[in-house]
Structure formats: C-alpha cells, structure tokens
DNA sequence: TCGATTTGACCCAG
DNA sequence: CTGGGTCAAATCGA
C-alpha cells in the first residue's frame, strides 16, 4: 500500500470522525448525513480498490485511479497518465499570470503533473440559513487581472488535523470558500488580515490537491506591503520545490518533460530535516534539493525579517530563480509561465 | 464585545 | 450561460 493510499485512506478516516463529532447536530438534517456517508464511502472504496490492486502491476493501478477520477470528475485533462505523485513528491511552485483563471489552470497543472485528476464537486455546502443580500448591492468584483500569482504546494501539518492549511508567516483572514467544479475539495479564500489598515493588496487561496489531501496548493495573488508577519509558524511550511519529473513518475518517459533538469542540476549538500518525510523513491539528490530548498525558506522567513523586507518575496525570489533554471516546460498543458 | 469564520448570494470574465 | 472570485449577514468563539 503506497502513501497515496494511506493518505486516502486517512482522509477518509478523518471525514468518518467529523461525522461522528457532527452527528448530534445532523440529525435534524438528514441531507448532510447522506452526503456525508456517500462522500466517506467514495473515499474507501477509492482505497479499498487500491489495496485490492495494489498486487496487480502498475499499470492497472494508474487505471484503477483514472477510472475513480473519471468517476469523480467532470473534466479529465489530455495529459499523459501518470503515477500518483507520493506525498513528499515535489510539484514545482508556478508562477501564473493573473488573468488565467486558478481553477482551469490549476486543475491542468495537477493533471499534467500528477494524474488527470480533477472531481465533480463534493457534496454541496451544508443547509445554512441563507444570508440575506441587498438585490441592489452593486460591487466592483474585478478580479486580479495583471497581478502575478505565485503557487506553491504546501504539506499539511505532519501531526495533528491535516485539513489545516499550513502556515506561511503571514496572517490571514478567510473571506470566502467555494465548491470548485473538478477539484474534490472546496479551494479557500483568504486575503491579509492587514488588508485595511495597511491596504495590503495580498491575498491567497488554498485548496486541498485532489490526488493528495496532505498537499495544498497555495496561490499566493499579491505582494504584502503590509510588512507584517506572524509569529514563527508551529509548523514549518514546506513548500513545494522544482525538482526533476522523472524522479517523482520513474514510470514516465525519461523525456518527460523535455528539458526537466537532471538531479545533479539540482543537487545539494544536505540531509533530510526530521519533518521532512522521504518519498518512495526520494534520493540522495531529491532530498538534498528540498532540504537547500527548505534552509533557503526557513531561512528567509525568520531570519531575514527585516521591516523593509518581505519575506515571502525573498522566498519567491528565490524559487523564482529556481524555477528560472529549473521550471521545465510542460507540453500539452498550455500553461502560462510567466 | 469583537474579530474570525461560514456560507448563500451576487458579480463578472470568458 | 457557467463557474470562479468576492461580498456580507449570520454565526462562532475567545
């Protein structure tokens, strides 16, 4: 049973448990119970096909998982099929342009790189009491057209609720969560909690990967100029670096992408931090990358928290930088690099 | 009491 | 017309 699985199979143990917390108030509405059980019980049998199939070669596998994500979702990318990225594997940090719109992109991203793995939409938000809105309420919602986007992927916090985004330095106020169409989890917005009082423009939405609910992917929109971080994260964040296709799909064409950089471009000195997992195939180079990568990062965030300097853009900067010499460039997904 | 979160409604780009 | 992004009232919790 690979880490796919298990995290899968985790996940659907932590929505059993938020039903079994959440009963006492879902009597009255039996909708939600359903929605619960019918979203529990597509979670395991996920897994319990995979364990029943873990026997069977590979490729019946990556079968077994397309067909749930064809299940699952309305839109499956025309991207090569590959393996599930294992928990640790690194999906690099993108750069998007902001007048592509996250979804689709992220969505093609996620195919490209991981699996063509985009769902129908999970239950619908539970029964509120709708919120009452003025039918003249007339509101500029332009959206952040020329603003660059950075995304990162994030790892849920090794211990505790997983469902927790992870930290980043900064502090945030969620002002919005949404069902996205093709994604399994809801994607969440939050803007800088500073967002007033310093018209900090910095904002970002987090949404659980669909092939691995113990990632995130971050999409930071805007620069802070609010120059106000957090206190030191709980948890350190990882990010999510550059790092060669190949080594996380050894089931992919060698040449797949084209110009992935080989593990000596990206190799480092270094081992591998206690909270950070090894995947399954993670070598001395992969690891060395990622824990350059996360020095770099800690590194940037408490230590170079100067008031005239962001530390988020000395983090981007940097993977920028990475990605400028590493971002392979990826056929068939149309994605924006800039 | 007040700030944060939730969540249905609304707006608008594609 | 659709779906992503945002608003803002209701609700939560410290």
Same mark, same amino acid.
């Given at each position: 049973m690979d880490n796919q699985t298990v995290s899968l199979l985790l996940y659907g143990c932590s929505l059993a448990r938020d039903l079994e917390s959440n009963l006492p108030d879902l009597v009255s509405q039996p909708d939600s119970i359903v929605n619960s059980c019918h979203r529990i019980a597509r979670v395991f049998s996920v897994v319990q096909e995979q364990i029943s199939n873990v026997s069977v070669h590979h490729h019946q596998h990556d079968a077994q998982v397309a067909s749930f994500m064809q299940l699952q979702h309305h839109q499956v990318q025309q991207v090569p099929l590959q393996r599930y990225s294992p928990p640790s594997a690194a999906l690099p940090e993108t750069p998007v342009t902001?007048?592509?719109a996250a979804g689709a992109s992220a969505s093609r991203i996620a195919g490209a790189r991981q699996l063509a793995a985009d769902s129908?939409?999970?239950?619908?938000?539970?029964?509120?009491a709708s919120s009452s809105s003025s039918p003249s309420r007339q509101r500029?919602?332009?959206?952040?057209?020329d603003q660059v986007r950075k995304r990162v992927n994030m790892e849920a916090h090794?211990?505790? /609720?997983?469902?927790i985004p992870p930290e980043d330095g900064f502090t945030w106020k969620k002002y919005g969560q949404k069902e996205i169409l093709g994604s399994f989890f809801p994607r969440s917005y939050y803007r800088c909690t500073h967002q007033k009082l310093c018209q900090c423009p910095a904002k970002k939405q987090v949404q659980r990967l669909d092939s691995n609910p113990h990632f995130f992917q971050v999409t930071y929109c805007g620069e802070h100029t609010c120059h106000m971080s957090s206190t030191t994260p709980s948890v350190v964040p990882l990010p999510i670096v550059s790092r060669d296709m190949t080594d996380v799909h050894?089931?992919?064409?060698?040449?797949?992408?084209?110009?992935a950089p080989s593990t000596s471009q990206l190799s480092a000195a270094g081992t591998v931090p206690p909270w950070m997992p090894m995947d399954f195939d993670g070598g001395p180079s992969t690891a060395a990358t990622r824990d350059d990568t996360c020095t770099l990062l800690v590194d940037a965030m408490f230590?170079?928290?100067?008031?005239?300097? /962001?530390s988020m853009d000395i983090i981007f900067s940097s993977m920028d930088g990475q990605d400028h010499q590493h971002q392979p460039s990826w056929p068939d997904t149309g994605e924006a690099s800039d």
């Open positions: 902001g007048g592509e129908e939409g999970p239950d619908p938000a539970g029964g509120r500029s919602r332009r959206r952040n057209g090794l211990y505790g /609720n997983p469902e050894p089931m992919l064409p060698q040449q797949f992408p084209p110009q230590n170079s928290g100067s008031s005239d300097t /962001n």
